[in-house]
Every structure is written in structure tokens, then in C-alpha cells.
């Protein structure tokens, strides 16, 4: 425990300020390196690692895709990924025995869950509004978690349903509801201090509580299932952690699968409502 407390701490004080450079380089250098390290993992807990032909190329566009996101068209990224598919593709025409279709759609698998979930970030930072938007992400992660953990800890009686059971024994029902509620109400007072804080760009920024707690239970109900995904794919290769980068804690894909989950999520709900409502979480 006290060195899951540690590293905490020290995550945190490494984290934090990188945020305050969410608008520059540092920022999509440090979400393409998670990226990268993330790919890595999950290529390793797959058995595909090792076999570099196709492993090489995957963390290359782990690492290109959130680097360059902001700073090239979307052609450009489009290019990307179709060049890497087909490359995968003909490595299981020209190396067949050292690369079979299964390493191949692993390998494709992993590699896009991966980048797409870290990409999702940076993309919800260009958003309007995304400087508020984006650390809706980390919130609604982070807070799932925590106070599904302390939830279930104090209240937690029925355990989930045997074939979820299997493979995130620790879960209860209660754990699951108290982790939701508290992640819509983080939502609803993330966006009653913003709309008090003194900061000029945030200073037009209305927020709609209603779908602020919409979208937190949303969001929470995500974060849960990217935890059990990941979860199920550690059952599956026998697997404790997928790293060890963050000691007491595991690697990034264990300290990061509620977040890459979120992700996409907010993304998507920030542009949807922006796009067909007029206005989104934030107006």
C-alpha cells in the first residue's frame, strides 16, 4: 500500500504540470510516449513483441499518430494508418510463418486500441472548449475508480454477475453505483468551479449541469467496461499487470484503461452535442 501511495504522489507531481503545457508540444510528446509505452505492453501480453517485422512498425505508429495529430491534415494520419494496415497485410503474404493472420490482427488490434484511446485526448483538446473538455477525461477516469474502490470497500455486498466475476472478482454492485453517482456529481462540480474561476478564456463559459451529469454517468458506465475489457484480456493471457513502470500500480495500460476508455467518449460527446444541439457541456 505504501508503495502504491508513493507512486501515486509521484505520478502526480510528474502529471500534473505536464498539463499546464496542454497547448503546446510537450503535452502531445508526452500523450504520444504513453501511447507508445501502452503498445508496447499490449503487444507483450499478446506474444506478438518479439516479432518485430510487425511489432516495429505498430509502436512507430503508436507514437507518430498522437505526435502529429494537431500538426498535420487528417489525410496525412489517413495515409498513415492505411500504409501500416496494408504493410501488415503483405507481411502476412511474404513472412507467413513468422507472422500468421492471427499475430497480424492482434497486432492491428492492439496497436489501434492503444493510439486511438491517446489520440482521442489530444483531439478533445482541440475542441472548442477543449481546455476545459479534456480534463473531463482524467475526472471521470480517475474519479470511477477511486470512488467505486472506497464505494464498494464500505457498502459492497452483491458481488457482479459470475461471468463478469471472473474476471474482476473485487467488483460489487454497489462499488459500480457509487462509482457512477460520484462521477456525475465530479462532473456538475467541475462545472460549477470553472464557471467561478478567475481565468480569462473560461470566462464565457457557461456550464449546462444537466448534461454535465449526463454525461458523467455516461462516462462512468465507460470507464468501468474499459476497466473490465482490460481486465479480460489480462485473464485471458494470464496476465497480473501489463507493466511495472508505476510500481504498486502496474504499467500504463493498468493505470490508464479507465482513461483510454473515457476518452473517445468525451471526444465524441463534446463534438456531437457542439455539432447537432448548438451548444455542448459547455456553452
Known amino acids: 500500500m505504501l508503495t502504491r501511495i508513493l507512486t501515486g504522489i509521484v ?17 502531445d ?23 518485430y517485422a510487425i511489432s516495429a512498425p505498430s509502436m512507430l505508429v503508436s507514437f507518430l499518430v498522437p505526435l502529429l495529430i494537431r500538426y498535420v491534415s487528417n489525410e496525412a494520419i489517413m495515409l498513415i494508418v492505411i500504409f501500416y494496415l496494408f504493410y501488415l497485410l503483405y507481411a ?34 482541440e475542441l472548442p472548449y477543449g481546455d ?7 475526472i471521470g477516469a480517475w474519479s470511477t475508480d477511486t470512488f467505486a474502490y472506497f464505494t464498494g470497500k464500505i457498502f459492497g455486498r452483491h458481488k457482479l454477475p459470475l461471468s463478469i466475476r471472473d474476471v474482476s472478482p473485487n467488483k460489487t454492485i454497489e462499488g459500480i453505483i457509487g462509482g457512477i453517482i460520484f ?21 464565457n463559459a ?5 448534461l454535465l451529469a449526463c454525461a458523467g454517468i455516461a462516462t462512468s458506465v465507460i470507464a468501468i467496461l474499459g476497466d473490465l475489457s482490460t481486465s479480460a484480456i489480462k485473464r485471458n493471457y494470464n496476465v497480473k499487470d501489463f507493466g511495472s513502470i508505476f510500481p504498486g500500480h502496474g504499467g500504463i495500460l493498468d493505470r490508464f484503461d479507465s482513461v483510454m476508455a473515457v476518452a473517445p467518449v468525451i471526444m465524441i460527446i463534446g463534438a456531437i452535442f ?7 457541456l459547455f456553452t
Open 11 to 27: 505520478a502526480l507531481l510528474i502529471f500534473v504540470p505536464i498539463l499546464f503545457f496542454s497547448h503546446t508540444v510537450i503535452f
Open 29 to 51: 510528446i508526452a500523450i504520444a510516449t504513453a501511447s507508445f509505452i501502452g503498445t508496447i505492453e499490449l503487444l507483450k501480453c499478446v506474444g506478438i513483441m518479439s516479432k
Open 92 to 125: 502476412a503474404v511474404f513472412a507467413r510463418k513468422e507472422n500468421s493472420t492471427n499475430d497480424i490482427a492482434l497486432c492491428f488490434f492492439a496497436t489501434v486500441f492503444v493510439t486511438i484511446s491517446f489520440t482521442s485526448i489530444i483531439i478533445t483538446r
Open 132 to 138: 476545459i473538455l479534456y480534463l473531463m477525461i482524467f
Open 183 to 203: 462521477c456525475a456529481a465530479a462532473f456538475v462540480l467541475y462545472g460549477f468551479i470553472v464557471a467561478r474561476v478567475n481565468i480569462e478564456r473560461f470566462a
Open 206 to 210: 457557461e456550464p449546462n449541469y444537466i
Open 274 to 280: 457542439l455539432k447537432f444541439s448548438g451548444y455542448g
